[in-house]
């Protein structure tokens, strides 16, 4: 018959072992976490800039790029560049 004592020992060694086991299952889910979090986090970022650069695309219009040319040519002309 196993005494209380050796039965509280066994106990107390499966208890530790599966602590063990815990911890080393939490270190790597940690590292798996940390991993898809980075993911997730550059596809939020891709998402916005594209968000971002469609929306822009939406309110390009001719005369803004006219505009925009035009300022362009001045900056050149003001610097001393050719005004092609």
């Known amino acids: 018959m196993v005494s209380w004592l050796e039965e509280l020992d066994r106990r107390e060694a499966a208890a530790r072992?599966?602590?063990?086991?815990?911890?080393?299952?939490?270190?790597?889910?940690?590292?798996?976490?940390?991993?898809?979090?980075?993911?997730?986090?550059?596809?939020?970022?891709?998402r916005e800039t594209m968000t971002e650069i469609l929306t822009?695309?939406?309110?390009?219009?001719?005369?803004?790029?006219?505009?925009?040319?035009?300022l362009g040519k001045q900056a050149r002309n003001q610097m001393g560049g050719s005004a092609q």
């Open 17 to 46: 072992e599966e602590i063990a086991e815990l911890r080393a299952q939490i270190v790597e889910l940690t590292r798996r976490l940390a991993g898809r979090e980075e993911v997730l986090s550059r596809l939020v970022i891709t």
């Open 56 to 70: 822009w695309e939406d309110h390009v219009t001719q005369e803004w790029l006219d505009d925009f040319a035009a």
